[in-house]
C-alpha cells in the first residue's frame, strides 16, 4: 500500500483531509504537514520528515502539495532526494477530486510514480466551468 502526505500553506493539507474524510470516510496512511504563518522552513522540514517517518513501512509515499514552486513543494523533493531508502514522488495542484480519487487508488498501486502519472489528469477532469442548462441532468 502507498501512503499519502498532503501538504500546503496555512491549513490546506487538513482542511482537505477533513473534506476527504467527510467524503469518504476513515483514512489511513495519510499524513498532513500545514505550513502556517508563523512556521519556519525548518520547521516545515521538520514536520515534513516526521510525515515521511510516519509512512516509512508504506511502499512508497505521493506527496500531495498545493502550489508547484512553493515552499512545501520545494521542501518535499528537497526531502525526496535526502531520503533514499524512500520511494517518493511529489506532485502540486492538488484539488478535492484528486485527493478522492487518489486516496480511493492506494491499494491499487505499489509504484508513487504510477499514481501520480494516473491521478493527474483526474486533477484536471475535475475542474469545469458551470455551463447554464434549460433543465438540469438529474443523476
Known sequence: MLGLLITGH?????????ALELI?????????VDFESDHSIEDLKENLTKGFDSLKDCDGVLVLSDLPGGSPFQTSVELKYERPDQVIEVISGTNLPLLVSCAA??????NPLNLAEAMIPEGKDGMLRFEYYEKLPSR
Open 24 to 32: 469518504a470516510g476513515a483514512q489511513t496512511n495519510i499524513v498532513c
Open 10 to 18: 496555512g491549513h490546506f493539507a487538513t482542511g482537505m483531509f477533513s
Open 105 to 110: 487508488m492506494t491499494t491499487l498501486f505499489d
